[in-house]
């Protein structure tokens, strides 16, 4: 879990200069209002101590990304993203292999058990664990103690669902826990394909605690620059003739009209959307199987060796197939073999569609192998879209697997419109927007539910929904935006995913039955968090919380300082990873 030692802070000690007068006040005088005065600030640092706010340092990764332990920051060589991968300080290395999730005394020093390539959420590179790694100490955390307590005098009651809670468990080695609020009191919780349940309802998470929980699958602010031939970049042109142009990290939309205002007798005739597609692209590895159909196999090419080629042909379907993503070396070597161009253009479709597969809840903060991936249908998009001119759209689409839904931004009517499943409208609404001034549009699919937000402020009330029937189909181009007839820019476009809760092993059932004073905690980094799911008495006592995560304060990061010939590490702040806890 994440375990914090405590630093208690206590209002600033003045010096007290006490004279005593010597023709009007007696010695003993000084000195008795020297007591009162120490007196009265131990009794201020009690108080504060118990009733104000507590420091505490956490240690490993159980709620990362939100909360990060002991990590290492690396950077990928490709497209310049900095990203967490988790690390043991040297506290956890004495005592063997780390216990998750705890929040402990400081854990900080040098790396131990990481593997050597961590693949970047972003591009997939894999990326070294090395000496360019920048090992990080864990956030250090407020969490405000009488938060509840004065909840319960204003009658609002306790911890609220969602919420970050510090608490002790009285049978626990480690002095405190930090976690997830998902469960209140007296509720039945169940954990069903990575969402949370209570008493047999579905919990869809507010769009605060969506970005507190939301993990980054791509952006396109950190474009790879390589020459691996086993890269494509994730976001693609639909056509060729797509009015779609790229500019570093900005999509730029200037229509053949250069973005002027249509002529009345074409307004009843728009242009068809011009789209850019995310495709989950990965360079190498997965354990996807994909195929394409080819009538028969080369007369002139022996069939592959399933020993020593990825390639399989299974005559009997006519499927040319492969496991995983196909290599662009193995592609040259079996199109160079033949002059069968029915196979040569099977084998390009293979090998390009390979590269495509399905999104799961892998993350690159833990270590490789430390559970299965699960497939993840919950996505959020995140935009810097500006209008630049005509009186056209712009449009986003994204879907989980089961249902499709469209926001449409019309310039001409001023009119923001949602869509499901072709033409369906779930909302129509006005549309606020300025040319030249870019806003932020935020669309998600979490938890069965539909959010659109603009500048931070949800554009219309929450769209709940409920997939029925088959199981959802696999994510591989979840999302895309497009215009039509207008002039648009894209400076970024942010891809993340939901938290996806993971059963524990050792439990067979995973419903929880809590007690009229107790809530069902977990961990956001759901893999490798040891938390309610793996306790015997999985509920928390209201007896036994600390206090509610209130900020991350005084973060540290590593300078390196020469002088003398002599190389010193020292600590610095960092003020960038302060930040109010949602």
Known sequence: MSALSSETRSPRQTKAHVRASKTEAPAQSGLRALTEWLVLLALAVTLFRC?????????????????????????????????????????ELAAGSPREGTLSAQAIGKTGNSPEKVPCPNCSRLCSVGTSAVAIEGDQLLVHKGAYAW??????????????????????????????????????VELRDGDVYANGQLQRKPLTAQLSTRVLVAS???????????????????????????????????????GAVAAPEAAASPSPWDWITYRHWVRSGGATSTSVSLDHWPDDLQPPDPLLSPLEYDSTRQRLRCLGALPHVQWKRWDAATADAEFRSALWDLYRESHVVPLT????????????????????????????????????????????????????????????????????????????????????TFDQQLLLAQDGELVCDPIPYERTGDPPAPLRRPVRFGARDAAVAVTSASLYRDVYYTPAPEHSAQVFNLKADEYFVLGDNSGVSIDGRHWEQPGVPESDLIGKALFVHLPSRPLRLEWGGEVRQIRVPDFKRMRYIQ
């Not at 510090?166 to 469960?183: L, M, T």
Request: aromatic share 10%; with cysteine.
């Open 151 to 188: 909840r319960e005098l204003a009658g609002k009651g306790g911890p609220r669902r969602w919420e970050i809670v510090v608490f002790r468990k009285p049978d626990d080695e480690h002095p405190a826990y930090v976690k997830r609020v998902v469960g209140l009191p007296s509720e039945n």
């Open 361 to 444: 809840d892998a993350s690159p903060y833990n270590r490789t192998g430390v559970s299965a991936p699960n497939p993840v249908h919950d996505l959020l998009l995140e935009l810097t879209v500006e209008w630049r001119g005509g009186d056209g759209g712009f449009a986003v689409e994204m879907t989980d697997g089961a249902r499709e839904f469209r926001t449409e931004l019309d310039f001409g009517r001023r009119e923001v419109q949602v869509l499901v499943d072709g033409d369906d409208v779930l909302f129509t609404g006005p549309l606020s927007v300025t040319r030249g001034t870019p806003i932020e549009l935020l669309m998600s």
């Open 51 to 91: 009733f104000g706010v507590e420091s505490y340092m956490i240690s490993t990764g159980s709620m990362a990304p939100c909360l990060l332990g002991f990590h290492l920051r690396l950077t990928c060589p490709s497209c310049g993203l900095t990203f967490a991968h988790g690390a043991s300080g040297p506290n």
């Open 220 to 258: 396109s602010e950190f474009p790879a620059v390589d020459d691996d031939p086993d890269w494509e970049t994730r976001w693609s042109f639909n056509t060729a003739q797509s009015a779609w142009r790229v500019s570093g990290s900005t999509f730029e939309h200037v229509p053949h009209t250069g």
